[in-house]
């Protein structure tokens, strides 16, 4: 799920044309559905198409129109500092397991992007992940010492060509970069070359695994398959209880303009709060991407405060010339770390893949190698680790209870907090709120032209109350990370029901 028509479309979607790949009308008998048209989906149907599956895909939107047409777009297996912390909480096999993983899925990109001639400005790029504050250089080391222990390309280093004074940081060499959207679009049309059936506009709404095969319900048709790949970022049908594994983050980008020296790398801060930085390519000339500032989804108060300290922040480290693009987007953070990837607890025959961390390029594409050989019955190394049914409280114990108690939080601190909400009359141009209609609560939008857009405050998929997201206009629930247009209609899962209308007094 996903738009292209966000109030503030990524580099990525406005450099790039929409697609129109037909709405399912009817019932179809396939080996495999997968339902989500991001970055796993389009790799999981590819991969199995090429295997000789009958494979169908639907999308509720467009194609890589969610989190994977609003990213970064980093190809790397540096994942911030990642690599000593595992060691300590899952040993060093499995970290090292990890770090393989990761480092093939570069590889695969590499191969789908040769193999099929698509054009995406991929590009090799060291990655680092740096500190500015010197406190912290024992950390960067820490990281390069166990990086180095699992085979990584990783050396510390203190000179960047970032123009800031880093104290310390780990490079890892021979990563990429590259256009998520247009690599995407090509991995669409392979599907089609493959035989692979794509439908766009078809929102999957249960999966019913009652009889001998399971079934995805959508609104355009039925879809019988031996199995089932839910790759919508958060599944929508969870007896694993992802949304309690894993808690959603917003995260904040632009592209920019500079005057002088354009640094070459992509780089993360572990300063708080952090920064991201990478070349992109703008209208034949190159300019950066810088991101960072985050928060809990519906959690951020006035969410244009975070595009403001970015810019701000650019401002005060490059001579900036324009600010072409802004953009937000979220992804799931695991409790302990790891993604979820592989059969979904309590079913035999749907896999999921979820709690990407904000590193789905990578991972992304590792889940659709995973769940590919899982499908096809051929053994890998890296499933145990990443095996979806797993909950290992040893480690995320502490995490899972903080996170749940922010949930049960906001589900009765929201309903008292707005019990006295304020009259829709009340309501100012440009703004979005609960408000009380005819004695009862509704989410309320005027927009600039006086319209009052008024909608069910209640989110379809646990009953959370959404908040008004200012900068992107949207409805977003705290909870779990659904999200809806001004007008209700469900933008982003895990829900797959809009907000129902309020009608307005007379």
Known sequence: MGTLHERNPSVWVATTEETSYP????????????????????TTALLLGQAGARVALVEAGRVAAGTTGYTTAKLTSLHGL???????????????????????????????????????????QDAYTYTTEAERRGDIAAEVEAATTLGLP?????????????????????????????????LARAL????????????????????????????????????VVVATLLPFVDPGGFFAKAHPMRSYAMAIRIDGPVPQGMYLSTDSPSRSVRPVHLDGEVGLVVGGGSHKVGQGGDTTQYYADLETWARQTFDVRSVDHRWSAHDYVPVDSVPYV????????????????KWGMTTGTLAGMLITDAILGRDNPWAALFDATRLDLTHSAQTLISENLD???????????????????????????????????????????????????????????????????????????????????AIQGPTVKDLEPKALSR
Not at 26 to 36: C, F, H, K, M, P
Not at 160 to 176: I, K, S, Y
Not at 192 to 198: E, R
Request: glycine share 12%; net charge negative.
């Open 407 to 489: 949930v049960a939080k906001h589900f009765v601190g929201d309903r008292l907090a707005t019990l006295g909400a304020p009259p829709v009359e009340e309501l100012a141009r440009g703004e979005g709120t609960i408000v009380t209609i005819d004695g009862e609560r509704a989410a309320a939008y005027r927009d600039e032209a006086s319209v009052v857009h008024a909608v069910s405050p209640i989110c379809g998929h646990l009953g959370c109350l959404v908040t008004w997201n200012t900068a992107e206009t949207t409805w977003d629930c705290p909870c779990h990370g659904s999200r809806y247009d001004h007008e209700g209609r």
């Open 82 to 124: 990642i690599y000593a912390d595992l060691i300590a909480k899952h040993g060093t096999d499995k970290a090292r397991q990890y770090a393989d993983a990761n480092q093939a899925a570069i590889g695969a990109v590499r191969e789908l992007v040769e193999g099929l001639g698509i054009e995406c400005q991929l590009e090799t």
């Open 342 to 357: 592989g059969r979904s607890p309590r079913s035999s025959r749907t896999m999921v893949a979820t709690g990407f961390k």
């Open 23 to 42: 709405a399912l009308a009817g019932d179809l008998d396939v080996d495999v559905a997968v339902v989500g048209g991001g970055i796993t989906g389009l």
């Open 192 to 227: 089609i070359d493959h035989g692979v059936q794509l439908f766009e506009m078809t929102r999957a709404l249960d999966v019913d695994e009652e009889g001998e095969r399971p079934v995805v319900q959508t609104d355009g048709g039925a879809i019988v398959a031996d199995h």
């Open 154 to 186: 990783a050396t510390y280093v203190e000179r960047t060509e970032l123009p800031v004074a880093v104290e310390g940081a780990v490079r890892f060499t021979d990563q990429a970069q590259f256009h998520p959207r247009r690599y995407c679009l090509g």
